[in-house]
């Protein structure tokens, strides 16, 4: 942890002459104001006051102060900048003006159901796997949808023509104390994969929001857009954010057992089929889009749509990889890039924790293929599937008491109002295929 002397000196060292603090917004987007390093001591001292309607995601007839309140572990000093009158950040909680936590925070959120977890005496751990595509951009800077090679799963150059950008990537990931597992070209043309190393989940929240920063980045140095869409282009493969979790008792072993899958009655397979009891609802967030569901399509058979687990499956949204001599690993697999990391990472890991608290039985694994009906639905007495649209979606988080006592009611009310204009708007707007199927014929 860093101290605000040990912050001073740093900023010294590295000729700062700028800071920005950054914060995510309900919807997660990335956001920040920009100062000079005169106002280090009074960011600091938590002294940075702002519109709320900036973390809020809209704007309305109303409007509070709000303080920029700095996570002095997050300062660091961006990389790609000059190092004279080099450019800082942080990454700040969002307080009211009494120094409580505004309700619109989203970090606040996570740090709440961490405090709830190691009431419990847990440790939680996440790794992620993040997958984006690589476009052209147009004269004027736009992106297209002309993506900038034609590659395959893993090929190299001649055929990924992105080997530089990733490598710039990682390299400005590092430089930033973000550990990179492996990168390399994944199954779309032009999309790209990169796993971020396991950290805690506070952490690793936080850096997958600088993560999609450098990215971006980078990206735009190469005269290309990188988009976590979940789904930008038809008939190619989604985008997803696969979570890995690791789950200890506090300065103990993992809690299942090594080398075979987890067992019912255990504590952690009572997380897992809390997190398989809210998923549904829970999908309003990991999967906040209208195009997500467009990614989630059942008929697609390496899409995560049925609510079980498996040790192989693909279909399913949890994953459980049990290997000797190693920790079992929880993937969740359903999630996408496009989702506020703060409150999917904290929707989560709540339903595993009141799985635990309910003692909830974990169902038998699903290893086979499962038949779906004409309309994708699951058949006969097979397990749930996700939404179908973000309109189901927004329907079981409406009815989750848990989801929504998580999110806080001030959270639920803003983001779920303007995910149901989202939907509206989808819903009356007349898009290219219906002109195409409809328009000679009718």
């Not at 506070?202 to 990188?226: N, P």
Request: glycine fraction near 8%; include cysteine; aromatic fraction near 8%.
């Amino acid at each position: 942890m860093l101290t605000r002397e040990d912050v001073r000196e740093k900023a010294r060292q590295e000729r700062v002459k700028f800071l920005r603090l950054q914060f995510t917004d309900i919807f997660g987007t990335f956001k920040n104001i920009a100062l000079t390093l005169d106002d280090l001591e009074q960011a600091m001292a938590g002294r940075i006051s702002f519109d709320s309607s900036v973390v809020d995601g809209l704007v309305n007839s109303q409007e509070r102060a709000i303080i920029l309140q700095p996570d002095l572990s997050t300062f660091l000093v961006l990389p790609w900048r000059p190092r004279e009158e080099a450019v800082a950040r942080f990454i700040c909680d969002v307080l009211n003006p009494d120094g409580t936590p505004y309700p619109g925070c989203s970090r606040n959120v996570l740090k709440k159901v961490l405090a709830e977890a190691e009431r419990m005496g847990l440790e939680i751990m996440v790794g992620m796997e993040v997958e984006f595509y690589l476009f052209y951009t147009d004269d004027s800077g736009n992106p297209t949808t002309s993506t900038h090679d034609h590659a395959g799963f893993c090929d190299l150059t001649p055929l990924d023509l992105g080997e530089n950008v990733r490598r710039d990537m990682v390299l400005t990931l590092e430089e930033m104390g973000i550990e990179v597992g492996f990168s390399h070209h994944e199954k779309g043309p032009g999309q790209h994969g990169i796993t971020l190393k396991p950290d805690s989940a506070l952490v690793m929240a936080d850096k997958l929001v600088t993560f999609k920063f450098i990215v971006r980045t980078i990206a735009q140095r190469y005269g290309l857009h990188a988009s976590f869409m979940p789904r930008p282009l038809n008939d190619r493969p989604g985008s997803a954010m696969i979570l890995h979790l690791y789950l200890r008792p506090k300065g103990a072993g993992f809690i299942n057992g090594v080398g075979k899958p987890l067992p019912p009655g255990r504590e952690a397979g009572h997380f897992v089929a809390g997190i398989l009891a809210h998923a549904r609802a829970n999908a309003a967030i990991t999967n906040p889009l209208v195009n997500s569901y467009k990614r989630l399509f059942p008929g697609d058979l390496t899409m995560p749509v049925h609510v079980a687990w498996s040790e192989d499956s693909r279909h399913t949204v949890l994953r459980v990889a049990a290997h000797p001599g190693r920790e079992t690993r929880v993937e969740v697999r359903n999630p996408d890039p496009a989702c506020n990391p703060y409150l999917a990472l904290a929707l989560i890991l709540k339903a595993g924790l009141e799985g635990m608290r309910q003692q909830l039985q974990l169902p038998p694994p699903l290893d086979k293929n499962i038949l779906l009906t004409d309309d994708g639905q699951c058949k006969g007495t097979r397990p749930a599937c996700l939404p179908r649209t973000l309109d189901e979606a927004l329907r079981e988080l409406a009815c989750d008491q848990v989801a929504r006592a998580t999110l806080g009611e001030y959270i639920y009310r803003i983001y779920a109002r303007a995910k149901v204009e989202e939907w509206e708007r989808f819903q009356v707007y007349v898009h290219p295929w219906e002109l195409q199927e409809y328009l000679l014929r009718f």
